[in-house]
Structure formats: structure tokens, C-alpha cells
């Protein structure tokens, strides 16, 4: 064989073996100079909106409340947008500007609204037979304290200024003991959401949480990860559960309309199905009385504030 | 000129082995060289590549779990930071742009408005990652869901560009790379083929020298390999080459001088009758160098014209030759081919035979003078004896003729006495002949004498047309008695051997220093065998009685007297030519 031959062959040989181990993707044209694409504003007069206050993360409340929304736009025949703000104030304030048609808020958050610019009820869940909930105190599962008087002088979190359950509740508690709820702990601070403070509980960056009984118990249920790792110590009495709200200038048509949908959405199966996924029994008819008691501990408190200012 | 320059290249180099060696060097490792660019292209793009894409998709995927909750909460302005701060952080991204669940961009990096053609260009959400080619290097863009594509999308666009630098540069650097141990390469291969070559080279020399005839030529070897064995090799065929051919050369040497030796020309042509080579005995013979004659045709040295001969074997036997001066020699010649093969070429050996031929002539010669003198003598006693009875009987045969017989004895006396007359002349023709006298010379010119003769001869040329051609002659010494009887003779000769309608023409010619008569006939000719014979004494075929057979014998008595000669040249039905030559 001549050596030309052989090189020859030897080099298309290795050319072939080359050229299989290219990858042959087509590539897409697309052209980037032309800019004229703008984002625009993200109002959507097309939308209803509505508001959940950060009970749970947003994200969470993202996958907790998708298939409510979806029921609710089948059944109102518009987009239903969900409209997230990191804290309860923020969503109080689209609220009072009439940036959304509802929302989903916490019970002191409420209170709040309705002090401040006639925050309307729309509806309130039932869970377990009852419009009403728990602020939970919780600390690591394999912790020593076993009351929240053990945790005076060590870190705490609160989920939100606005918060029934996870901050007005637990200061209520450490008034009622004659304690100052600005210095009872080292050192507190804000989670915006209560799975987040079950989270900081479960990783113990804190020593202790109040949080809302709903979402531990849901979480319990459906995602114990962090509840496991977690115990309860303390169980307040029950509050006014949080409610379904709407501006005071919203379309009576429209809340009408909402609110039936929202009443009756237990009766309808897929909306039962909805409702049975997140452990909300059916939605009924708010009555504002149901939050005096909260009202009653913002004022106690408020009092106990002022008092060792 | 380019042979010439390759020849200069090869010896600067070291000759074409080496060259070989130093191309075949460098084209390996070119092509190696091209090969690990291609190999090492191909998968340094690979490993890149996947390693820009999963860079690609720890990045999206990392954003997008880091950017959900500001996205949810809408915050754009942390969304926008995230954003930006991810494109600042990470090397080769190229864009990054958010969208809702619904396709709406939210945050983008794109300076100046976002290029709505990449929204059409994300239809296909199957994949999470494919090429763009922006028409400024190809981006790979990565989706990744937020929130399971609930809350939206993170796009990521991850740069190829520097990929492809650094392919580039790597590749610059291989080839870099192979050019210089391409360099290298030549240097050793050249010093390496230098090295390994030298004995080839020496081995060369070797080969060479012998070509120039300088045979035993030893080469000197110290390697132990195979080119050592070689080597060893060439030396002993260098020393046997040298023997042989010295021995070959001895053995010509003594063949040469055996051929020379040879006194004959050995003449050796080839097929086409070329000389090849001859003896010193040829060059001797016909007066030619060997150089004259090499490559010339063998015709050359043949008397008879060369055209003629030239399509003719060569015939063993006698010949006539030519030398250089233009002289003329009898020769024998033989003719052998020099192999059994017709192409081989041919021996011929050529004798010189003039001494032979003149040592034959005179002995003929001398036999002839003998046998005249001894039938001359012969003749003599027997005519004077017989002369004496013969003048009785004719004296009484007259006396008795003067009487009166009756007529039948009257006749008988008759008869005897004209056979005793004719016996009588017989007697004096042998005396004739016998005593042959001495010639009386005188000035002759043969042209009257033969003027004379045919005045005599004119009553029996009834029958016979006689052409005379006579050229003015010179006056020569002769004996004209002697000379009309020779010229008598021969005419008499000639009239006698034409039968009808014959001719005879006379001439005369001046040749160098001699005449020459020739008679020539259309008679009956002569019998190749009998032409030797013809100058015999009492030679004749003639019927009994005729004729005494001793006419020629007695003209070439006469012409021999005057030193002259006579040839006879003939063809029996054709004629007969005598040339008589008579010095001047």
C-alpha cells in the first residue's frame, strides 16, 4: 500500500469521527436592533384583581390560591389577577386606592382598613365550622421552652406589622404578663409571611414564632417539612378569622356578584373540590363583631406601648 | 532551470532521501497538527458549550428562584436590580429579560427598548435552551420557569462569543505551536536524515567511484546495522567486479594478440554488414586504420561495385579486393557467422592470394616451356628421321608420275604423291615448331601487318563480315614475319569456327606500355575445359587430318618470343575474344 494512500485514508477517517462529534443545532435568526417592543405599564383594566396579603409567601400563596382564582374567573367571565405585596400595609394601601376590587387580608390588617378608610368585609372563610383562628407560639421541636414566658430575652419573629396572629397576638400575651412586648425579646424581626416564620423556627434562626394557626395547620397537613420540626407551645383564644375585603368604591354589581360566587362557591363541586384542597369549609357572610376582640387586644397593646414609652 | 535547482536544493540538503524524510516529517506533523485543531476545536466547543449551558441554566434557574417573591409582590425596581445585577455578576450573558406567565416582558436588559423579535422567537417553550443567531454571534438562550411558569419566565441569553475566542486563541496557539515543531521537525529531520543517510551517502561515493572505472573501491564503514552489511556486500562485489574484470581484460588481451597474429584479415561485422573490428593482419592487407573503416560497410573493401553487392551474401571463395590506394588483389575469402543466430554478426578471414596466383602462373608457365622443349626435340628427331624416307618416296613417286601408267595406277601415284607432299609439310611444320627461330626484329606497325593479312585472307572471307577498328599504334619492336603469322593463325582459327552469317571484329588499342589486338568472333566458342588446353601442342578438335594442333601452339611460341602475351576468353554459341598484348 503506498504511505499517500494510508495518510489519506487515516485523515478522512479522523475527519469523519470529527465531524460526528459536532453538534448540528440550528440556530434561530433573530434580530436585536430593532427595539420597539416596550414594557408597558402592568394595570390591567381588563383584569379583576384582587389581593392576598402575605399570610404565606408569595410564592406559596401563588400555588395555595391558583386554583380559587381560576374558579373565580370561570365564574366571573374576566381574568382574575392575583396582585401580591410584601407587606399587609402595602396591600391595604392598593386596597384604599382602589388598585384592586379585593383582597385577601389579615384580620388586624382589616381593622386597620376599616379605621382608616372604610375597608368593606366581603366574605370570610370557615374553617373547621367556625369563621375564627389561633395565633400559634412555636419554637423548635427539640427545644427546651416550653411557654412564651421562657422566651423572654431571646430572638423572636413577628410576620408583619399588620399582623393579627403573628405579631398583635403574641405582644397581647407578653402586655398581659406585665411584660414590655418592645423589650420582652433580644431581638425581633418581620418575616412578611408565616410559613416563613415556621421556616426560621424549623431552621432555629430564631427561638420562637408566632404564627397563624391556618397556615400551620394547612402546612401540617400538606407540606410537614418544617411543621415537624417545630412545636407548639402556645394556643391564643380564637379571632375573627381574615377576611375578604373590597374598597368601599368598588361596583356594588361587581361585589354583588363576587360575593354570591364566593358564598356559594362550597355548593358548586369543583369549587367544594377548591376549597377541601386548601381546608377552607365554604365561604359565609362577614360580620364586622367578629374582629372586637382584636380590636380589643390593638388597644391593650397600643396602651401598654404608650405606657413605657 | 528547475532540475538544476532541485539538484543544488538536494545537495544542499543532502539528496532526496533526506528531502523525503524532512517532507514526510513535516507533512505528519501538519497533519497532526491539523488534526488536534480540529479535535481539540471540536471539543473544546463541546465542553464549553455544555458548560456555558448549564452555566447558562444554573443561572436562570438561580434567578428565577431568587426573583419570585419580588416578582410576585411586583416589585419591579428589585426585579430590575436582580436583573441587571445578575448580567453585571456573570461573564457572557448576553441578555436577560422576564416574563409573566402570559408572555408579557417585565424586566429586560436591553438598553433602549426591548427587541420584540425575540418574544416570536420563544414560541417553542419545549426546550430550555436554544440557539439565536442575533447576526452578532449566536446566543443560547435559556428559559427558565418561575414558579413553574406561573409567576412567569427568566430568560437568559448566554454569549458564544467568548466561547469562540477561546477556541480561536487555543487554536492559534496549537497551530502556533505546530508550525514550530514543523520548524523543529525539519531541523531534526534534517540533521536525523543527515545522520542516518551518511552511510548511504558514503555507499553512493562507492557506486560512483566504480562507475568512473575505479574498480576494488573499498568503502569505509563503522556502523554495525544493515547498512553495514550493505556495505560489506558492495566492498566484496567491488573487489570480485575488480578481478574479473581483470581477468577479462587478460583474456582479451590474449585473444587480441592471437587474432593479430593471424597474418589473414579477421574481419568481425554485424547484420548489416557493418565492420566492427578488425585484426592488425586486415589493417595491414587493405591499408585502412581501424578507425577508417569502424562502422563503415564491408563492401567497401570489394572490387566489384558496391550497390551490387550490397544486397549479396557474402560468398565463401574467391574474390577481388580493394585496398585503400585503389589497388586490386585476389583473395579468399570465408565467411562464418559468429553464433549460431542470424543477427549475431559474422567472422569473415580473407586471404591475400597474388603470390599463390603468380607462383601458379609461372609454374604453368615453366610446365609449358618444358613440354614445348621435350615435344620440340621429339619432334625434331622424328621429322629429320622421317624427312629422309619421305624426300626417297616423293623423289621416286615423281620419277614414276613421268611415265605413262594406266590410269588407275596413274592415280594411286597421284594420291602418293599428295599424301607424301602433305606429310612433307607436317615434317616442316614440326621442324617449324621445333626450331622456332630467333625473331628479326625490326619496326613493325601491327596495324599494316594486319592490313596485309587480310588482303592474303580475303578469299575465304566470303562468308564472313570482318569489322576492323583500328587505332593509330605506335611502332613496335617486333618480327612482322612472325607477326603476320601469328595474326595469319588466328584469323584462320576464328573463320574456321564460325559456321554462317558470322562477324569478326578487329581491333587495336594503346594501353599503357603495351598494344593490344584483340580478335573477337561470334563463332562457336570453346569448352570451358578446353581452353587451358587450347595452346597445347597438337591440341585440336578438328577432325583427323584437318588439322595439326600446333598453330596456337606455335602463335604463343611467337608472342611469347616478343614477351608479349595472349588471352582467350570464351563462351561456347557466344564467340571467343583473343587479346594478343605486345610491349611497346
Redo the contacts between chains.
Keep these: 500500500m503506498h504511505?499517500e494512500k494510508s495518510?489519506i485514508l487515516l485523515?478522512i477517517l479522523?475527519?469523519v469521527i470529527?465531524g460526528g462529534?459536532?453538534?448540528t443545532?440550528?440556530?434561530?435568526?433573530?434580530?436585536?436592533?430593532?427595539?420597539?417592543?416596550?414594557?408597558?405599564d402592568?394595570s390591567d383594566s381588563q383584569s379583576l384583581r384582587i389581593a392576598v396579603s402575605?399570610i404565606i409567601?408569595?410564592?406559596e400563596?401563588?400555588?395555595y390560591y391558583?386554583d380559587m382564582f381560576d374558579y373565580l374567573s370561570l365564574k366571573m367571565n374576566v381574568p382574575v389577577k392575583?396582585?401580591?405585596?410584601?407587606t399587609y400595609q402595602?396591600v391595604n394601601d392598593l386596597v384604599r386606592k382602589n388598585r384592586v376590587d379585593a383582597a385577601f387580608v389579615c384580620s388586624l390588617a382589616y381593622i386597620e382598613g376599616k379605621d382608616q378608610f372604610g375597608m368593606e368585609l366581603l366574605a370570610v372563610p370557615e374553617v373547621r365550622g367556625e369563621p375564627r383562628y389561633y395565633s400559634y407560639i412555636i419554637v423548635p421541636e427539640d427545644s427546651s421552652i416550653n411557654s412564651l414566658k421562657e422566651l423572654k430575652g431571646k430572638t423572636f419573629a413577628y410576620t408583619d406589622p399588620l399582623s393579627n396572629s403573628g405579631k398583635l397576638s403574641p405582644e397581647y400575651m407578653i402586655a398581659q404578663m406585665g411584660e414590655n412586648p418592645e423589650t420582652f425579646f433580644k431581638l425581633t424581626f418581620f418575616t412578611y409571611s408565616h410559613d416563613k416564620s415556621i421556616q426560621a423556627v424549623a431552621e432555629k434562626m430564631v427561638d420562637g414564632a408566632a404564627v397563624d394557626s391556618l397556615v400551620w395547620d394547612f402546612k401540617n397537613a400538606t407540606d410537614p417539612r418544617f411543621t415537624s420540626r417545630t412545636k407548639i407551645i402556645s394556643k391564643s383564644p380564637p379571632y375573627g378569622i381574615p377576611p375578604i375585603v373590597i374598597s368601599k368604591d368598588i361596583d356594588p354589581a361587581l361585589k354583588e356578584k363576587l360575593r354570591k360566587i364566593l358564598l356559594q362557591m362550597h355548593e358548586d363541586k369543583k369549587g367544594k373540590e377548591i376549597l377541601d384542597r386548601i381546608m377552607i369549609d365554604r365561604f359565609s357572610e362577614a360580620n364586622d363583631s367578629l374582629y372586637d376582640s382584636v380590636r380589643e387586644m390593638k388597644k391593650v397593646v397600643s396602651d401598654a406601648r404608650k405606657k413605657n414609652k | 532551470m528547475p532540475g538544476k535547482k532541485i539538484n543544488k536544493l538536494n545537495n544542499f540538503i543532502g539528496g532526496g532521501l533526506v528531502r523525503n524524510f524532512v517532507v514526510w516529517i513535516v507533512v505528519i506533523i501538519m497533519l497532526l497538527g491539523v488534526l488536534t485543531t480540529i479535535f481539540v476545536q471540536v471539543s473544546l466547543t463541546k465542553t464549553l458549550s455544555e458548560e456555558l449551558r448549564e452555566r447558562g441554566q444554573v443561572i436562570s434557574r438561580n434567578l428565577a428562584t431568587s426573583i419570585v417573591e419580588s416578582i410576585l409582590i411586583e416589585d419591579t425596581v428589585y426585579v430590575h436590580r436582580l436583573v441587571e445585577n445578575a448580567k453585571k455578576t456573570e461573564k457572557d450573558v448576553k441578555y436577560i429579560y422576564i416574563t409573566d406567565a402570559r408572555g408579557k416582558v417585565l424586566a429586560h436588559t436591553f438598553e433602549g427598548g426591548f427587541p420584540g423579535e425575540l418574544l416570536t422567537s420563544q414560541i417553542d417553550r419545549g426546550n430550555s435552551s436554544h440557539l439565536l443567531d442575533t447576526g452578532d454571534g449566536i446566543v443560547i438562550d435559556f428559559t427558565a420557569p418561575i414558579l413553574d411558569g406561573r409567576a412567569g419566565f427568566v430568560h437568559i441569553g448566554m454569549d458564544e462569543t467568548s466561547i469562540h475566542d477561546k477556541i480561536n486563541q487555543t487554536s492559534r496557539a496549537i497551530i502556533t505551536l505546530t508550525l514550530l515543531v514543523g520548524a523543529l521537525g525539519v531541523l531534526m529531520a534534517y540533521i536525523a536524515g543527515n545522520y542516518l543517510t551518511r552511510p548511504i551517502r558514503s555507499l553512493v561515493k562507492g557506486t560512483e567511484e566504480i562507475g568512473r572505472g575505479n574498480l576494488g573501491y573499498q568503502i569505509k564503514t563503522d556502523s554495525t546495522d544493515e547498512i553495514n552489511i550493505l556495505s560489506k556486500a558492495f566492498n566484496e562485489m567491488s573487489y570480485n567486479l575488480n578481478n574479473s574484470i581483470n581477468e577479462l581484460r587478460e583474456s582479451e588481451e590474449r585473444y587480441k594478440k592471437l587474432v593479430d597474429s593471424i597474418s589473414d584479415a579477421v574481419i568481425l561485422i554485424d547484420s548489416q554488414k557493418k565492420i566492427l573490428s578488425w585484426n592488425s593482419g586486415a589493417q595491414k592487407i587493405f591499408g585502412y586504420s581501424l578507425e577508417e573503416v569502424a562502422d563503415g560497410n564491408v563492401n567497401l573493401l570489394n572490387h566489384s561495385s558496391a550497390s551490387e553487392a550490397d544486397n549479396l551474401e557474402i560468398q565463401d571463395g574467391e574474390n577481388v579486393f580493394k585496398r585503400k590506394d585503389g589497388s586490386t588483389f585476389p583473395g579468399l575469402i570465408s565467411n562464418k557467422p559468429l553464433q549460431d543466430s542470424m543477427n549475431a554478426g559474422n567472422v569473415l578471414v580473407i586471404k591475400d592470394i597474388t603470390d599463390q596466383k603468380e607462383k601458379a602462373n609461372l609454374e604453368k608457365l615453366l610446365m609449358q616451356s618444358e613440354k614445348l622443349f621435350t615435344l620440340g626435340k621429339l619432334a625434331a628427331g622424328v621429322a629429320h628421321e622421317i624427312n629422309n624416307p619421305l624426300t626417297t618416296i616423293s623423289l621416286h613417286t615423281q620419277i614414276m608420275l613421268k611415265k605413262k601408267w594406266d590410269d588407275r595406277t596413274d592415280g594411286r601415284l597421284k594420291i602418293i604423291n599428295k599424301e607424301t607432299n602433305r606429310a612433307a609439310r607436317i615434317v616442316k611444320r614440326l621442324l617449324e615448331f621445333a626450331h622456332q627461330p630467333e625473331p628479326k626484329i625490326s619496326s613493325v606497325d601491327i596495324n599494316r601487318e594486319i592490313d596485309n593479312v587480310l588482303n592474303v585472307l580475303e578469299p575465304q572471307l566470303t562468308h564472313t563480315k570482318i569489322t576492323v577498328n583500328l587505332t593509330p599504334l605506335p611502332l613496335i619492336m617486333a618480327d612482322s614475319e612472325q607477326i603476320q603469322q601469328v595474326l595469319m593463325n588466328m584469323l584462320t582459327n576464328s573463320i574456321q569456327s564460325i559456321t554462317m552469317d558470322g562477324e569478326i571484329i578487329i581491333k587495336t588499342a594503346t594501353k599503357n606500355d603495351h598494344i593490344e589486338i584483340s580478335i573477337i568472333d561470334n563463332g562457336c566458342g570453346i569448352p570451358q575445359d578446353n581452353i587451358g588446353k587450347i595452346f597445347d601442342p597438337f591440341f585440336t578438335t578438328k577432325m583427323p587430318g584437318e588439322g595439326t594442333g600446333l598453330g596456337l601452339s606455335i602463335c604463343y611460341g611467337i608472342i611469347k618470343k616478343h614477351n608479349g602475351s595472349i588471352d582467350v576468353k570464351s563462351e561456347v554459341g557466344t564467340g571467343t575474344t583473343f587479346t594478343i598484348r605486345l610491349p611497346i
Design positions: 504511505p495518510v485523515a479522523l475527519f470529527a462529534c459536532l453538534d443545532e440550528k440556530a434561530t435568526k433573530v434580530n436585536l436592533s430593532n427595539r420597539s417592543h416596550d414594557v408597558g402592568n402575605a409567601s408569595p410564592d400563596t401563588m400555588v391558583q392575583l396582585v401580591q405585596r410584601k402595602e
